[in-house]
C-alpha cells in the first residue's frame, strides 16, 4: 500500500496573526520530510494540520491511499510535545488505547513488542503519571507500532528525539529507516540532527 501527501497553497494563523502562507508540497511514501523552520515558524501548526488535528485559514491537505482519498484524521499517527497518554493508566493501558482510536487490534504480544522497541516493557504495568520525563516520551513514541507492520499511515513527528538518550535516539532512528524501507511516509520537526539513512529525503522551509 502506498500514501500520498499533497499539500496545496496552505496557509495558517494563530490569533489573527499569520504564521505561514503558501505552502506546498507534494510526498510519498518511501520519503522523510524535514520541516525546518525558526521558532513560532509554525512546524508543529503545520504537523497538527496535516493530521486533522488543526484548521488551516486556507490551501488544502488531501492524503490518499493506492489512490483513494483518506480522511486527514485516519492518514496518520501523531507524536508530538504532548505525551497524549492518561495519566491514570498504565502504559499499556495507553497503547490499547490509541491502538483502539486508530482502528487497530493491538493484540498483547504486539503491545509488548512495540514497547521493548523503545526499551519501556518493564514499565508495561506503571501508571504513565508515575514515569520520568524520559520514559514517558518512550512510551508515547511506542504508539507509532501498536498497530503493526501494516499499519499504512504516515509517521508525524513533532521534535521526537527530545528527552531521548543516545541510544534511544540511534533506536528511533533505526525504526524511521525500517519504516521508510517498507514504503512508510514519515514527516518530523527536529532542532536535533540525528542521522537517519534514507533513499529519499525532503526539506519543508517555513
Not at 51 to 58: D, F, S
Not at 88 to 102: D, I, Q, R
Request: charged letters at 15%; hydrophobic letters at 50%.
Amino acid at each position: 500500500m502506498s500514501v500520498r501527501l499533497t499539500v496545496d497553497a496552505l496557509a495558517a494563523e494563530r490569533g489573527m496573526r499569520a504564521v505561514f502562507s503558501d505552502v506546498s508540497f507534494a510526498a510519498v511514501g518511501g520519503t522523510l520530510m524535514r520541516v525546518t523552520g525558526a521558532n513560532g515558524a509554525g512546524k508543529t501548526t503545520l504537523l497538527r494540520i496535516l493530521a486533522g488535528l488543526g484548521a488551516a485559514a486556507a490551501g488544502c491537505v488531501e492524503w490518499s491511499l493506492d489512490g483513494s482519498p483518506l480522511p486527514s484524521t485516519s492518514a496518520s499517527i501523531f507524536v508530538g510535545h504532548s505525551n497524549a497518554c492518561h495519566e491514570a493508566l498504565t502504559v499499556s493501558e495507553n497503547l490499547a488505547y490509541a491502538a483502539a482510536l486508530g482502528g487497530a487490534d493491538a493484540t498483547p504480544g504486539r503491545i509488548e513488542h512495540a514497547l521493548a522497541a523503545f526499551g519501556v516493557r518493564p514499565l508495561a504495568r506503571r501508571r504513565f503519571g508515575t514515569l520520568s520525563q524520559g520514559q514517558r516520551k518512550r512510551a508515547s513514541l511506542a504508539r507509532l507500532l501498536v498497530a503493526g507492520p501494516e499499519d499504512a499511515r504516515a509517521w508525524l513527528l513533532d521534535e521526537p528525539f527530545v528527552a531521548l538518550d543516545i541510544d534511544t535516539q540511534s533506536q528511533l532512528a533505526a525504526l524511521i529507516e525500517a519504516r521508510l524501507g517498507a514504503g512508510g511516509l514519515v514527516v518530523y520537526t527536529s532542532h536535533q540532527t540525528v542521522p537517519i539513512r534514507c533513499a529519499h529525503a525532503v526539506e519543508v522551509a517555513l
